[in-house]
């Protein structure tokens, strides 16, 4: 597992808290991960969570999740756990606008401490977030730790590829994205074996090549002035973050940076 040892949970808020942030749900809308809609809908068939089931969403940012699983898999209730408080204030407010206030809570803490009790969910879900964890054996560990036997740990993350990154080539990545560590598919596949899963789905997605040109295109062609907007016209900072995201597709395109998609089960 590729890490640095200087970004952490704090670097991570900074983000969520100001214009990068804000710049990430531009190109990427509410549901801030690769495939959106059909990403989700996916990873929610493929584990099974539907219609009167209890569920977590660790690293659930603006909520967008949550709402997508009460409004389209009729699940029953939700209960969303983030670090940074601009994006729990936003996933409320949008709750309240949406009339899901009653379905959808939120918890202001560490994902790897959430405070929850044990064996009270059906599930744990997580789209493209657990990435910015620092400890990920630890937040697997509470996963576990907060589903009942039987329930299932589903989620899709931003992990490292069938091919490796170069030390160079991690770093620069993993510093650009805030990310402390990148993980791999037999890296997931054994935190969720060690804490007493069944692993049903490790697989890689496909999805990432394709949405990353989406998005470079989208910030080329069209949404250059709603970017630049959201920096403060700093036209350098943006040529810079463009720079960063171009050298990112290359590594997307190049097998070494991929979506993950996983399904555990629990055992006992």
């Known amino acids: 597992m590729k890490s640095l040892d200087d970004i ?5 808020q900074a983000v969520y808290s100001g214009p990068e942030g804000a710049l990430w749900e ?31 969403d660790f690293c659930c940012c603006n909520g967008a999740g949550m709402r997508f699983l009460v409004r389209f898999r009729e699940v029953a209730q939700m209960h969303g756990v983030d670090a ?7 996933g409320r407010l949008r709750c309240e606008q949406e009339g899901l206030s009653n379905k959808i809570n939120f918890t ?15 599930f744990v879900w997580g789209e493209d977030a657990w990435c910015y964890v620092v400890n990920k ?30 030390d160079e080539e991690a770093e620069r990545f993993l510093r650009f994205m805030k990310f402390p560590n990148v993980q791999d598919l037999e890296g997931y596949r054994g935190l969720l074996e060690t804490n007493g899963c069944e692993v049903v789905n490790a697989e890689y997605t496909g999805r990432f090549a394709p949405y990353v040109d989406l998005y470079l295109n989208m910030l080329n062609m ?34 070494k940076i991929a979506q993950g998609l996983f399904v555990a089960r629990k055992k006992n």
């Not at 202001?108 to 059906?122: F, H, I, K, N, P």
């Open 222 to 255: 069209q949404l250059t002035y709603d970017a630049l907007k959201l920096v403060g016209f700093d036209q350098k900072l943006m040529q810079s973050m463009a720079s960063e995201m171009t050298f990112m597709q290359q590594l997307v395109h190049a097998g």
């Open 137 to 166: 054996e630890k937040l697997i560990s509470e996963a576990v730790r907060i589903i009942k036997t039987g329930g299932v740990i589903a989620f899709t993350d931003w992990i490292e590829g069938d091919k490796e990154l170069g």
């Open 84 to 90: 940074t408080e601009k994006v729990v204030e936003q």
């Open 8 to 12: 952490g949970l704090k670097e991570v």
């Open 26 to 56: 531009l190109i990427m809308g509410e549901q801030i991960h690769i495939g959106g809609f059909a990403s989700s809908m996916d990873l929610a068939e493929k584990a099974g969570i539907g219609s009167g089931m209890k569920g977590v």
């Open 108 to 122: 202001l803490t560490d994902v790897c401490d959430s405070g929850l009790e044990d064996t009270s969910a059906d």
